[in-house]
């Protein structure tokens, strides 16, 4: 008989990871615990540069369980 196995968030370790990065000049928010500071730190860089296109990089972490 085969394991079935299951992709299930993790909640044992680091919880999720959310950046900003700008999609003109690449400059980068720098990781933080919630979307806050990134969002913060695009609208300063928008307002400094002009820079008006971002990438928001939620990075989330999952683990592998067997079912039974
Ligand atoms: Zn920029």
């Known amino acids: 008989m085969t394991t079935a196995w299951v992709l299930t968030p993790d909640r044992t370790g680091s ?3 959310y950046e900003v990065e700008c999609t003109s000049c690449l ?6 615990d919630d979307d806050d500071g990134p969002a913060v730190w695009a609208l300063r860089h928008a307002r400094e540069t002009r820079h008006t296109g971002y990438r928001r990089i939620v990075t989330d972490f999952r683990r592998a369980l067997a079912a039974d």
């Open 15 to 17: 919880p999720a990871i």
């Open 27 to 32: 400059a980068g928010s720098g990781p933080a």
